[in-house]
């Protein structure tokens, strides 16, 4: 089974995050993906507020 990974960001603000499979990191301000699993429950809980992105938009 592949696992593939999904960007997202915030309808507002710059934060990107990446999801592959349970492990979530959002780009830090140097450009350094960096731990975001308390980030998590967006996806558990059905949270609307995230927008799937490109790899490319993701930078």
Do not use: H, N
Request: aromatic residues 12%; negative net charge.
């Amino acid at each position: 089974m592949d696992i593939k990974t999904r960007y997202y960001k915030f309808p507002v603000g710059s934060v990107v995050l990446r999801r592959t499979g349970d492990k979530l990191e959002k780009k830090g301000k140097k450009g350094i993906w960096e731990d975001a699993s308390d980030q998590l429950w967006r996806f558990y809980s059905g949270d609307d507020d995230l927008i799937e992105i490109s790899p490319e938009e993701a930078g």
